[in-house]
């Protein structure tokens, strides 16, 4: 996936507003893959996938719903945002730019 903006993470945890909390984990997955698909399509031919985008997060995301942003930040958002930085925090591999940085004692319960 290519860089990783904050907007990136602010619209991911309102696509994910829209979904009951069992399927949340299901699209944030998908989103991701989508992501690391349009990455490797553009370095691979230097334009956008057209199902996968660019190779950003937010690429992939114009290509599903994202729940309007809340006038003050509730429980369920800062779960779902919590869950989105975590997430692609442990991803292990080299296809996330995210820096070397660990997440100072940040994990899952669930």
Do not use: N, W
């Not at 057209?50 to 958002?77: E, F, K, N, Q, W």
């Amino acid at each position: 996936m290519r860089g990783l903006q904050l907007a990136d993470l602010e619209l991911a945890t309102r696509a994910l507003l829209l979904l009951p909390a069992c399927e949340r984990a299901a699209l944030l997955a998908r989103l991701l893959d989508m992501a690391r698909r349009g990455a490797a399509h553009h370095a691979a031919c230097g334009t956008a996938h057209p199902d996968h985008g660019t190779g950003t997060l937010m690429s992939a995301l114009s290509r599903v719903s994202i729940a309007p942003r809340p006038a003050v930040l509730t429980r369920d958002y800062l779960h779902c945002l919590a869950f989105v930085a975590i997430t692609i925090g442990d991803v292990m591999d080299d296809t996330f730019d995210i820096g070397d940085g660990t997440l100072s004692g940040l994990h899952r319960t669930s």
